[in-house]
Nanobody
């Protein structure tokens, strides 16, 4: 099972940017995507973005396209989420997950996958 550690969250003002990192160790699922989910208090955890381990495919929720960019660094076994033009509604705990099963309709975690501990993103107005 892969171990995932998120970092990069923090408190920012609306319109500012953050870059989240998800470092993977242990078992690597190179045939599957890695990605990000987020969860605000009282809400369901929702999909944010994902990337195939090859980097050839990316997946985004439509509402986040143009603001969020997912990328990877194979040498560091790390996935990044560049978050620009942050809005207060982006406030949530952001979780990394791998491996994901992705299609044109979105991405879902697997029963044998792993979650990171989460990193808090707070955007003030």
């Amino acid at each position: 099972q892969v171990q995932l550690v998120e970092s990069g969250g923090g408190l920012v003002q609306a319109g500012e940017s953050l870059r989240l990192s998800c470092a993977a160790s242990g078992r690597t699922f190179s045939s599957y995507a890695m990605g990000w989910f987020r969860q605000a208090p009282g809400k369901e955890r929702e999909f944010v973005a994902a990337i195939s381990w090859s980097g050839s495919s990316t997946y985004y929720v439509n509402s986040m396209k143009g603001r969020f960019t997912i990328s990877r660094d194979n040498a560091k076994n790390t996935v990044y989420l560049q978050m620009n033009s942050l809005k207060p509604e982006d406030t949530a705990v952001y979780y990394c997950n791998a491996p994901l099963l992705c299609s044109d309709y979105g991405c879902s975690p697997t029963d044998f996958g792993s979650w990171g501990q989460g990193t808090q993103v707070t955007v003030s107005s």
